[in-house]
């Protein structure tokens, strides 16, 4: 379910419709996603919750142009995904989605300013612009001080906020982030999930995957999978202003 | 995403490993290295063999006497075998049957040991002959003179001597007009040859050269000639030259079977041939062994290309999972490819170069600049060979098959 005050009055951020993953052949098949359709709004902050094995991993890769869908249609903020080539999809995950994985993902033996200024870089940002940009990425997230540590000499909560200035600075028009707090202790956690209230705050869409309750209900809409299946889909009352 | 960049890429790459880098450079500059080296020794012993028989003469013609043989050959050929004489030397400076030669001069080879006081020394060549003897064999004077025709007419104990004889019997002092003792006969230096250098297996200034008529009466004997040399007037008329020496020494030695001679005559020519096709055989194993050495070089970058895009799938994962384009991948690995084996193959050069400049086996390389161009021409090649296909393989990968690579 939508947020009335978002929903009709402006284009999708995310669409997708007749979602299918599967997975071996014949008798053999596996649904990871059984037939999914979801449309989420710029703006808003959607938990997608579900147990293991209930397809919420395949949707988010899906989302995130990481992996293919074998059926079913899907729009990035209007641009149709599903038929693009490798060169295109490129772009579109470098401009258009921020991701944050559980496991960090940082360049080992490389700094944290140059792990956050790869994405710049391959988009072919001029370096002075780039190096700006990196260094406010990294003063949102907090770690204006350790930018010059690479990823082992950081703690897990420091990597994680190095990824999400990673996926920031780019300027995405969605953050999607994997199960971000699994890998983190419950301090950090709370520091990141604030990071996130202040990220969404600021407008953007964010979009996250958990099986931790206290994580999705800091979101504003909360999404329930099983089975490869939506099972259920509702506003988060006490979040939504 | 600008090439600059992608080339920094590759060398932060390529300094994560340092260890693996150095060994896989080390691997194609020694490859590369023993391509120009080898190909240089080869190079170098054919053009040793060249100056050796340069130094011979050139335009000449050897006439030696073809004593011994195998089997019904040489019993064919029985008494009628006649040694080369004076005579023979004689009926070849006929103007009119051999207007092709421009002279001739017989040799009489004998072995002795040669005295000043207590230095003794044994030189390699001993030949009794005529003044002719000097321009036909490419001998020229340092000091001193030649002897002369009346010398040979006159039988006088004159000697010319080589510069390692010199050395051995007077040190440094001048031999001009000193007497030595060769085979106990006494024998007065008029003049020295230049230095000839040695030819790999005889030293060329290992050397006496006396009038004929004083070797033969004094250590040889008049009986039987050890060769006679014979000039031509040019390059281009040796094969008529060859044959008027044929058409002479056949009637000369009454000889009725001209596929059964008693003498043989060498040439120039034909020695050079043999030589150069020997050296050139030389040149090519030399060649193979070091191309196979260029080989396992380029196996070594394929190989570690392979481990270094295993290793890093997942970064190549988390590296396209934040826009990297499958091009700039695949350009940063070749790139890397092409950094180890240029890197390498650069070093490979300069070590080549340093490594010719030392005599190898006695042979003093020389640089084959095509073997240069080959090398490191092959090296890169191989590197963005072998290195491209790995590389492909991992910039195709779906960034969630590589993120998911542990």
Same mark, same amino acid.
């Given at each position: 379910?939508?947020?009335?005050?978002?929903?009709?009055?402006?284009?999708?951020?995310?669409?997708?419709?007749?979602?299918?993953?599967?997975?071996?052949?014949?008798?053999?098949?596996?649904?990871?996603? @059984?037939?999914?359709?979801?449309?989420?709004?710029?703006?808003?902050?959607?938990?997608?919750?579900?147990?293991?094995?209930?397809?919420?991993?395949?949707?988010?890769?899906?989302?995130?142009?990481?992996?293919?869908?074998?059926?079913?249609?899907? $729009?990035?903020?209007?641009?149709?995904?599903?038929?693009?080539?490798?060169?295109?999809?490129?772009?579109?995950?470098?401009?258009?989605?921020? $991701?944050?994985? /559980?496991?960090?993902?940082?360049?080992?033996?490389?700094?944290?300013? @140059?792990?956050?200024?790869?994405?710049?870089?391959? /988009?072919?940002?001029?370096?002075?612009?780039?190096?700006?940009?990196?260094?406010?990425?990294?003063?949102?997230?907090?770690?204006?001080?350790?930018?010059?540590?690479?990823?082992?000499?950081?703690?897990?909560?420091? /990597?994680?906020?190095?990824?999400?200035?990673?996926?920031?600075?780019?300027?995405?028009?969605?953050?999607?982030?994997?199960?971000?707090?699994?890998?983190?202790?419950?301090?950090?956690?709370?520091?990141?999930?604030?990071? $996130?209230? /202040?990220?969404?705050?600021?407008?953007?869409?964010?979009?996250?995957?958990?099986?931790?309750?206290?994580?999705?209900?800091? @979101?504003?809409?909360?999404?329930?999978?099983?089975?490869?299946?939506?099972?259920?889909?509702?506003?988060?009352?006490?979040?939504?202003? | 995403?600008?090439?600059?960049?992608?080339?920094? +890429?590759? *060398?932060?790459?390529?300094?994560?490993?340092?260890?693996?880098?150095?060994?896989?450079?080390?691997?194609?500059?020694?490859?590369?290295?023993?391509?120009?080296?080898?190909?240089?020794?080869?190079?170098?012993?054919?053009?040793?063999?060249?100056?050796?028989?340069?130094?011979?003469?050139?335009?000449? =013609?050897?006439?030696?006497?073809?004593?011994?043989?195998?089997?019904?050959?040489?019993?064919? !050929?029985?008494?009628?075998?006649?040694?080369?004489?004076?005579?023979?030397?004689?009926?070849?400076?006929?103007?009119?049957?051999?207007?092709?030669?421009?002279?001739?001069? #017989?040799?009489?080879?004998?072995?002795?040991?040669?005295?000043?006081?207590?230095?003794?020394?044994?030189?390699?060549?001993?030949?009794?002959?005529?003044?002719?003897?000097?321009?036909?064999?490419?001998?020229? =004077?340092?000091?001193?003179?030649? *002897?002369?025709?009346?010398?040979?007419?006159?039988?006088?104990?004159?000697?010319?001597?080589?510069?390692?004889?010199?050395?051995?019997?007077?040190?440094?002092?001048?031999?001009?007009?000193?007497? %030595? !003792?060769?085979?106990?006969?006494?024998?007065?230096?008029?003049?020295?040859?230049?230095?000839?250098?040695?030819?790999?297996?005889?030293?060329?200034?290992?050397?006496?050269?006396?009038?004929?008529?004083?070797?033969?009466?004094?250590?040889?004997?008049?009986?039987?000639? &050890?060769?006679?040399?014979?000039?031509?007037?040019?390059?281009?008329? &040796?094969?008529?030259?060859?044959?008027? =020496?044929?058409? %002479?020494?056949?009637?000369?030695?009454?000889?009725?079977?001209?596929?059964?001679?008693?003498?043989?005559?060498?040439?120039?020519?034909?020695?050079?041939?043999?030589?150069?096709?020997?050296?050139?055989?030389?040149?090519?194993?030399?060649?193979?062994?070091?191309?196979?050495?260029?080989?396992?070089?380029?196996?070594?970058?394929?190989? %570690?290309?392979?481990?270094?895009?295993?290793?890093?799938?997942?970064?190549?994962?988390?590296?396209?999972?934040?826009?990297? #384009?499958?091009?700039?991948?695949?350009?940063? *690995?070749?790139?890397?490819?092409?950094?180890?084996?240029?890197?390498?193959?650069?070093?490979?050069?300069?070590?080549?170069?340093?490594?010719?400049? +030392?005599?190898?086996?006695? =042979?003093?390389?020389?640089?084959? #600049?095509?073997?240069?161009?080959?090398?490191?021409?092959?090296?890169?090649?191989?590197?963005?060979?072998?290195?491209?296909?790995?590389?492909? !393989?991992?910039?195709?990968?779906?960034?969630?098959?590589?993120?998911?690579?542990?």
């Amino acid at each position: 379910m939508v947020d009335p005050t978002l929903e009709s009055t402006t284009q999708p951020i995310i669409r997708v419709a007749g979602a299918v993953k599967r997975y071996g052949e014949g008798d053999a098949a596996i649904f990871a996603l @059984a037939g999914v359709d979801l449309t989420i709004y710029p703006g808003e902050y959607v938990a997608i919750m579900g147990p293991s094995g209930s397809g919420k991993s395949t949707l988010m890769n899906i989302l995130g142009a990481l992996d293919n869908m074998t059926k079913g249609k899907y $729009f990035l903020d209007g641009i149709e995904i599903d038929s693009m080539d490798e060169n295109a999809l490129s772009i579109v995950r470098g401009r258009k989605i921020g $991701f944050i994985f /559980q496991s960090f993902n940082l360049i080992p033996r490389t700094t944290a300013l @140059a792990n956050v200024e790869l994405p710049l870089a391959y /988009q072919g940002i001029k370096k002075d612009e780039r190096r700006k940009r990196a260094l406010k990425a990294l003063d949102v997230v907090g770690l204006s001080e350790r930018i010059d540590h690479e990823p082992t000499e950081l703690s897990g909560g420091q /990597q994680q906020r190095v990824a999400v200035a990673r996926a920031l600075a780019t300027r995405p028009a969605l953050l999607l982030a994997d199960e971000p707090t699994g890998a983190l202790d419950s301090k950090s956690t709370q520091d990141l999930l604030d990071l $996130f209230d /202040q990220i969404n705050n600021a407008g953007r869409t964010v979009v996250v995957i958990t099986h931790e309750d206290d994580v999705g209900s800091r @979101a504003k809409r909360v999404v329930r999978m099983r089975d490869g299946l939506i099972i259920s889909d509702t506003l988060n009352k006490g979040r939504v202003a | 995403m600008n090439i600059l960049e992608i080339v920094r +890429f590759a *060398f932060r790459g390529l300094g994560t490993n340092k260890l693996r880098t150095a060994l896989t450079t080390l691997g194609i500059a020694i490859g590369v290295a023993s391509v120009i080296i080898l190909i240089a020794v080869g190079n170098g012993s054919s053009k040793q063999i060249q100056s050796s028989i340069d130094r011979l003469g050139t335009n000449t =013609i050897t006439i030696q006497a073809n004593r011994g043989g195998f089997g019904r050959q040489a019993a064919s !050929r029985g008494a009628s075998s006649k040694p080369l004489t004076v005579a023979d030397a004689v009926a070849l400076s006929d103007p009119i049957k051999a207007p092709d030669i421009k002279q001739v001069a #017989p040799v009489a080879s004998a072995t002795a040991t040669c005295t000043n006081g207590s230095n003794t020394s044994t030189p390699g060549t001993f030949n009794g002959t005529w003044p002719a003897w000097f321009e036909a064999s490419n001998t020229s =004077i340092a000091k001193g003179s030649y *002897f002369t025709n009346d010398d040979v007419v006159q039988g006088r104990r004159v000697a010319v001597i080589g510069n390692t004889t010199a050395t051995d019997l007077f040190g440094t002092q001048s031999p001009i007009g000193q007497e %030595i !003792r060769c085979g106990g006969i006494p024998f007065t230096v008029i003049g020295t040859t230049t230095v000839k250098g040695s030819s790999g297996f005889q030293d060329g200034d290992s050397l006496v050269v006396a009038p004929l008529t004083a070797v033969q009466r004094s250590l040889t004997g008049y009986n039987s000639l &050890q060769s006679i040399v014979v000039e031509a007037k040019s390059a281009k008329v &040796q094969d008529f030259a060859q044959t008027e =020496i044929n058409t %002479i020494m056949d009637a000369q030695h009454k000889v009725k079977n001209t596929s059964n001679r008693d003498y043989r005559t060498l040439n120039q020519a034909s020695l050079l041939a043999t030589s150069s096709s020997n050296s050139s055989v030389f040149t090519v194993l030399l060649g193979v062994v070091a191309a196979i050495s260029l080989l396992v070089g380029g196996i070594g970058i394929t190989n %570690i290309m392979l481990v270094t895009v295993v290793e890093r799938t997942r970064e190549i994962g988390i590296r396209k999972a934040i826009g990297a #384009p499958k091009g700039a991948i695949l350009s940063q *690995f070749l790139i890397e490819a092409t950094i180890l084996s240029l890197v390498g193959g650069g070093i490979g050069v300069i070590g080549g170069y340093i490594g010719s400049h +030392f005599k190898i086996i006695g =042979i003093q390389p020389v640089i084959v #600049p095509a073997s240069v161009l080959l090398a490191s021409g092959v090296s890169v090649l191989i590197g963005l060979f072998f290195g491209s296909y790995p590389a492909s !393989r991992a910039a195709s990968l779906r960034p969630i098959e590589a993120l998911r690579h542990e």
